[in-house]
């Protein structure tokens, strides 16, 4: 039978219910990081789209009409007046007020930053899942094993 | 034997009690390595801005204007904060750790007597 061990414990020694709870607790752990990672993709987009605006504040666009949201579902027409600088939002209620390359730049570390992180998520992401796959295999030879083990002591008994 | 029964189900009662304050703990240690990390990116970006360039904070709804150099130095006693603070919940952490297996060690020896008891009540009976 395939074992592979598990730090100082043999997955293949586990009586049945500790092999239950490895496989929900591995599988917590998937959860976890897959919802991380779906963050950081979220995050990783939402950088990416900024930088994107930030090419349509540009010096020829200067005095374009613009629809300039007031609410959620109010907008006003306006027109682009500076095309020199913008507000950054750097976390923590701080605004930076920077030249638009300069703010491309910020953007472009952010997305690289949120992608180096994406990086390091999905390697363990991987390793968790294919032990959830040995341990779930040697599971299910288990029952299978005790099952028999059953039905040819029943007869026997009776 | 009720007796016994009687100490084991407060003994059991402590250790949840001690479980819910570790938790408890190790939450509020995870939300301050976040806003930890948070703040650190905020000051990095704070150190790349050249020092006449304007920075505002967000007040509620208003941005107000704040000078570099004081919104660096609110950025860097902020960090220190909430350094002391992790600091603080890790010894905590760790004193409710040990609490946590003597009081597991307790109730085994506890479910232990119980169970003897009771091997030797059947017996009798």
Redesign the interface.
Known sequence: MASKQAGQVDIGQLPIPQLNQLVQQLEQEIELFTSSLNQLKLAQQKFLESQECLNKVSPENNSKDILVPLTSSMYVPGQLSDVSTV?VD?????????EVSKGKE?FKRKIDFVTKQMEKVQPVLAEKYKMKQVTVEILQLKIQNQMQAQQSAGPAKA | MAELQKKLQTEVEKFQAVQKDYQKHVNLRQQLDAQLN??S??KE??DR?EDG???????GPV?VKQDVTE?KQN?QK?IDYINGEIKRHEGAIKDLEKKQESQREALSKLQQQLQQQQVKAAARS
């Open positions: 507000l750097v976390g923590t209620g701080y605004y930076v007020e920077m910020y | 948070e703040n990116l905020v970006e704070l801005v360039a304007n920075v505002f904070k967000m007040i941005l919104a950025v902020r």
